[in-house]
């Protein structure tokens, strides 16, 4: 580090000016850029510890604001990391915005780069993640597009337990989470879409149903999102209920939402159900050590929202060979038999007239009709039998 970076490092307004005033003299403008061994710049440093007075000095003394680091940070970046609203004002009006977005984008995204090597991170999700909030609103303001930039996504099985895409998340599928309803609800007033933008996306919905209180499931729905989106090509076509699969309340919330089983199977269920297409859903139920109990916990959930036991059945018969293995002599054999003998028999007259009026009541009111129930001041046992009482979540947005 030179001495010019550690001024700037302390905000030592008066020791900076000497010593810039000093290389100039020597001839050696070119310091006012050199920092630490990662390529920190003065700038970089001065911004990062909200020392605008230093950073503005810097910038008058031609410091680049497009430095970048070794790992592609820019004074940008360390100013919404930092909540440095100010500094960060001052850097949008030093630079080239449209240059930065594109150098931000990812390489399917555009096929040259004005930057060489890999893309920069995208500031957007970065504020996202410090809870940046007046930062994320400037970078809006100042033209980034609010759905352009993506974030390469890790994919840990419980979240999107798939091999293939999507695999990116906007600024809005990472704020859900990451469960910033701040953070969503600026994305969202600035125009953020609450669906999945492409197939290579993962949908804001899908990282949201993960939420224990399902506050940002809930502002998603409210917003427009979709919860029975279908991508064509891709089994399933709807990740939901993989992502559900290790957390009970999730799960059930999901479904008294009216998530379609039919789309998260991968075919029509109903008709018939082939095991390639059930492949996805028994690699998450048996993901990372569930308990037998969840699996089977998860088994009896479901059969109360299929109509089609037999269906289930084949699925249920493939996941008990599949315990077998998971679980080896630890198998409840009794506890798999009991299930897969009741899934011999056809789902109760009352369980399917529950399934059709619910089906019903969603093609008219939505993701939120069971508040259709309340209106109709049913008996409180046939409002209990309507909205699944039996499976132990009363209230929608409950904490989990």
């Excluded at 018939?272 to 009896?300: K, M, V, Y």
Aim: net charge negative.
């Amino acid at each position: 580090m030179t001495p010019i970076f550690v001024a700037s490092q302390h905000g030592h307004l008066e020791c900076l000016q000497y010593l810039l005033g000093a290389a100039k003299e020597a001839g050696k403008e070119s310091l006012v850029d050199v920092g630490a061994e990662d390529g920190a710049t003065p700038l970089m440093i001065a911004v990062q510890n909200g020392h605008i007075n230093c950073m503005n000095l810097l910038l008058s003394r031609g410091a680049d604001p497009d430095k970048r680091t070794t790992d592609n940070v820019t004074a940008l970046h360390l100013a919404v990391q930092s909540n440095a609203q100010d500094c960060l004002n001052v850097l949008l009006t030093r630079m080239d915005v449209q240059k930065f977005i594109n150098g931000c984008l990812l390489p399917f995204q555009k096929r040259k780069r004005p930057f060489p090597g890999s893309p920069m991170l995208s500031p957007l999700h970065l504020a996202v993640d410090w809870g940046s909030h007046g930062c994320l609103q400037a970078l809006l303001d100042a033209g980034f597009p609010v759905d352009g930039l993506l974030l390469p996504a890790d994919l840990p099985a419980q979240r999107l337990p798939l091999g293939g895409p999507p695999r990116y998340e906007t600024a809005l599928c990472y704020a859900a989470l990451k469960q910033e309803i701040v953070s969503m609800e600026i994305l969202l007033a600035a125009g953020a879409c609450p669906n999945a933008i492409s197939p290579e996306t993962i949908s804001p919905l899908s990282a949201a149903l993960t939420s224990p209180t399902g506050r940002e499931l809930k502002l998603l729905l409210e917003h427009g999102a979709e919860l029975n989106y279908c991508r064509e090509g891709l089994i399933p076509t709807n990740e939901c209920l993989l992502v559900t699969l290790g957390d009970y309340n999730c799960l059930v919330r999901a479904l008294r939402l009216g998530l379609d089983l039919r789309l998260c199977f991968g075919s029509d269920v109903d008709d018939d159900t082939e095991a390639a297409t059930i492949a996805p859903f028994l690699n998450s139920l048996f993901h990372q050590g569930q308990s037998q109990e969840h699996c089977l916990r998860i088994f009896w959930v479901l059969r109360v929202f299929m109509q089609s036991q037999p269906a289930l059945q084949d699925i249920a018969s493939v996941a008990f060979r599949k315990a077998k293995t998971a679980f080896r002599s630890k198998i409840d054999v009794a506890a798999w038999t009991s299930l897969l003998s009741s899934l011999e028999q056809p789902l109760s007259l009352a369980c399917q007239c529950r399934i059709a009026v619910r089906r019903h009541l969603l093609s008219i009111h939505g993701n939120f009709f069971e508040s259709a129930f309340t209106r109709l001041k049913l008996p409180q046992r046939i409002y209990d039998f309507l909205v699944y009482s039996e499976l132990g979540l009363p209230d929608l947005w409950a904490s989990g």
